[in-house]
Every structure is written in structure tokens, then in C-alpha cells.
């Protein structure tokens, strides 16, 4: 994920067009949930700064074009903050 960017839109259906870390989220306030992001896989509940409690160990997230995947995220790993 790169670093200093923010995420534009999030449609749920679409995809996240940009995801980086580092600045502020424009459309997802931070105390909300993703309640359905198909995304090849559905992340049930994904509050930020808080933990990712649904997501399949290995599974990466195929349709987030950031030049990179998210390959593994173990459960109860906390979500990188973002700033």
C-alpha cells in the first residue's frame, strides 16, 4: 500500500480506486463499518483502527489497483492506522 494518498470514492459493488495510508479517508468516516465490499472476497466488518475480524489468511484482494495486494492479513493483526 502505498503511503500519502487518500482513498477517492468507495462505492460498494466498485472497487477502492486508491487505498494508501498515511492521510485521511474523504468518504468512510473512521468510526463506521464496510458492511458488504465484494472485492473477490466480503469483508463483514472492517472499522479502521480497528481490527479486520473476517479475511481468509493468504487471500489478497485482486481488484484494488495500487500496484500491489494485500497477500496476507492474519486475523486479529491490527489495520495499519492511518494518520
Known amino acids: 500500500m502505498p503511503l500519502g494518498d487518500t482513498i477517492s470514492t468507495m462505492p460498494l459493488g466498485d472497487t477502492i480506486s486508491t487505498m494508501p495510508l498515511g492521510d485521511t479517508i474523504s468518504t468512510m468516516p473512521l468510526e463506521d463499518t ?6 473477490g472476497d466480503t469483508i463483514s466488518t472492517m472499522p ?3 481490527t479486520i475480524s ?3 489468511l493468504g487471500d489478497t484482494i485482486s481488484t484494488m489497483p495500487l500496484g500491489d495486494t494485500i497477500s496476507t492479513m492474519p486475523l486479529g493483526e491490527p489495520y495499519p492506522p492511518c494518520h
Open 34 to 39: 464496510i458492511s458488504t465490499m465484494p472485492l
Open 48 to 50: 479502521l483502527g480497528d
Open 54 to 56: 473476517t479475511m481468509p
